[in-house]
T-cell receptor
Framework: NAGVTQTPKFQVLKTGQSMTLQCAQD?????MYWYRQDPGMGLRLIYY???????DKGEVPNGYNVSRLNKREFSLRLESAAPSQTSVYFC???????????????FGQGTRLTVV | AQSVTQPDIHITVSEGASLELRCNYS??????LFWYVQSPGQGLQLLLK??????LVQGIKGFEAEFKRSQSSFNLRKPSVHWSDAAEYFC???????????FGKGTMLLVSP
């Protein structure tokens, strides 16, 4: 009963390095999301994909790119990491829109990224 | 734009005491409202949700929330807090036609002996 699986769980990057965070869900959900969580800021949406083949910017997209590889997988790429991207990253998925409703999101366990 | 306000950054409650965490949403039409809990180092777990119907909704772990349209509020309650309830709690809002949720900044619950 995996749900949403993110890899890696921890990562340390040097400024300017690139990396891709991987996310996969096994719930046949339409929508997938990438959030970042910073102290006192709550969760902020980076990008989302409402269906296979589509992606849209969220609140804080600068410095990131995404790929909806198929219905199961949604990856987040940092092309040139900066210290401001030090954060905890969460992938989530939901059945939204489901008959017009925004249904609940299911979250992965998070990736703790430090950029030095 | 939607916004969700959780006025309390931290709350400390004695074990066994009652709890109420506040949440105010901004969207005027029928909102879809959620409460999530996050234990340290973990992802977010759904506690309960409100779409329509009865304004008092029951969730997991003994939590409930009441939707009050007149106050644009969706407060989370528990009659008797356990030490294991210490965590961060997030209120979130979605609405018809959108696929995304908007989260509040969270309330950290501390439980004292």
């Amino acid at each position: 009963n995996a749900g949403v699986t993110q890899t890696p769980k921890f990562q340390v990057l040097k400024t300017g390095q690139s990396m891709t965070l991987q996310c996969a869900q096994d719930m046949n959900h339409n929508s997938m999301y990438w959030y970042r969580q910073d102290p006192g800021m709550g969760l902020r949406l980076i990008y989302y994909s409402a269906s296979e083949g589509t992606t849209d910017k969220g609140e804080v997209p600068n410095g990131y790119n995404v790929s909806r590889l198929n219905k199961r997988e949604f990856s987040l790429r940092l092309e040139s990491a900066a210290p401001s991207q030090t954060s905890v990253y969460f992938c989530a998925s939901s059945a939204s829109p489901d008959r017009g409703l925004t249904t609940e999101a299911f979250f992965g366990q998070g990736t703790r990224l430090t950029v030095v | 734009a939607q916004s969700v306000t959780q006025p309390d950054i931290h709350i400390t409650v004695s074990e066994g005491a009652s709890l109420e965490l506040r949440c105010n949403y901004s969207y005027g039409a029928t909102p879809y409202l959620f409460w999530y809990v996050q234990s340290p180092g973990q992802g977010l777990q759904l506690l309960l949700k409100y779409f329509s119907g009865d304004t008092l909704v029951q969730g997991i772990k003994g939590f409930e929330a009441e939707f009050k349209r007149s106050q644009s509020s969706f407060n989370l309650r528990k009659p008797s807090v356990h030490w294991s309830d210490a965590a961060e709690y997030f209120c979130a809002e979605g609405n018809s036609g959108y696929s995304t949720l908007t989260f509040g900044k969270g309330t950290m619950l501390l439980v004292s002996p």
